[in-house]
């Protein structure tokens, strides 16, 4: 009966040994397993940051050569493939992912965002009266341009101007039947219209549509952005603007803060290229003494004016010297005329 009994005894120990072992080689399993799970998933986090990091390297190389070359091309217009990735633009900087890039002097007016494996390039030299920059406009085919307005001075301008690269279209009123939904990504309004409207066609109620109202006036220059609320567009900030590129660049810009932030960047190179010219100035003088040449150069007043008019490059402060800017600029035009016709050399 003690051998039994030990049997048992010792039977049970085993079994409960044998419990205990396969419940530490279980927990040894979860933990390896859990281990190499993790061991993997880091390696293809890496991987796919690396992926991005490339990605993001490849798209900034491809964006600094269209950039680049449509700077030299001013006037031109292009369609060019990238490798498709989410782009956002602001002031100073464009954003591939986590990478960013300054865009140094270069003045570039663009949405927020560009989602497309196509970017749509646009230059204009932008003169007062002198160059100062190359504006470089920047979309893609997956943003729509609806123009909406009668004849005008304005439209005219701006239908003739627009590249056709751009998707847009052109209609006289906002109650247009065909007004339709093209499935497009973006769709931002351009009106020009006696004043700004306060709905867009319920049927492209999309989440991203933005507008701009621009006054048909040639003279009393000035736009508006519009914002879109739940029951249609409100007016967001008014603007006045000198000349045409400046009021391309509110058509592609659709962050108010965005552009007037760039039209600021583009005023300041205008004070810093109106500095030189006054140097050049100053250097011209002594060589034309006495001559009929030498009041083009001499104390120039007209550069000196410019100068301080732009000193101060807040979009309000220019605002409110935007018309002595305008005088300023058309003097030294006229300077200019006056230099050819006396066989001097021109001013610029």
């Known amino acids: 009966m003690s051998k039994i009994k030990n049997y ?5 120990r085993l079994y409960k040994k044998a419990q205990v072992e396969a419940q530490f080689n279980w927990i040894f399993i979860l933990i390896a397993g859990g281990l190499i799970l993790a061991f993997f998933s880091y390696v293809v986090i890496k991987q ?15 964006l600094n050569t269209v950039l680049t070359g449509a700077k030299v091309s001013s006037g ?23 990478a960013s890039q300054r865009l140094g002097n270069r003045v570039v007016f663009a949405p927020e965002f560009i989602n497309s494996d196509k970017i749509i390039t646009w ?8 160059k100062v920059n190359t504006f470089l406009y ?26 056709d690269t751009l998707n847009k279209d052109y209609f006289v009123d906002a109650s247009d039947p065909n007004i339709v939904d093209e499935d497009d990504e973006y769709v931002r309004f351009i009106y020009v219209t006696p004043s700004p409207p306060s709905h867009f066609p319920s049927n492209l109620n999309k989440e991203f549509v933005s507008g701009i109202w621009i006054s048909q006036s040639s003279v009393d220059k000035k736009m508006i952005f519009l914002k879109k609320t739940e029951s249609g567009f409100s007016a967001s900030t008014e603007y006045a603007y000198a000349n045409d590129p400046i009021m ?29 010219y006054q140097k050049k100035f100053n250097e011209l003088a002594p060589f034309y003494e006495g001559s009929a040449c030498e009041g083009f150069y001499k104390n120039n007043q007209d550069i000196s004016t410019l100068i301080s008019l732009t000193n101060k490059t807040d979009y309000n402060i220019i605002q409110s010297n935007l018309g002595s800017i305008m005088q300023t600029s058309n003097l030294l035009r006229e300077t200019n005329d006056k230099a050819e016709i006396n066989s001097c050399p021109l001013i610029y």
């Not at 230059?123 to 009266?129: K, R, V």
């Not at 307005?149 to 590249?163: A, E, M, R, V």
Request: charged share 25%; proline share 4%; glycine share 4%.
């Open 123 to 130: 230059a204009l030299d932008w003169n007062l009266p002198f």
């Open 138 to 163: 920047l979309t893609s085919p997956l943003t729509r341009y609806i123009v909406i307005g009668d004849s005008s001075t304005i439209l005219t301008k701006i239908n003739n101007s627009l590249p």
């Open 8 to 12: 048992k005894s010792t039977k049970r």
């Open 248 to 276: 391309f660049g509110a058509i592609f810009s659709d962050r108010t803060e965005t552009f007037r932030c760039v039209v600021e960047r583009a005023y300041k190179n205008l004070n810093i290229v109106a500095q030189v």
């Open 76 to 98: 031109a217009t292009e369609l060019i493939p990238i490798s498709k990735a989410d782009i956002r633009f602001s002031c100073n900087d464009y954003y591939i992912g986590a």
């Open 48 to 62: 796919k940051a690396a992926s991005e990091i490339k990605l993001a390297g490849k798209i900034t190389k491809q």
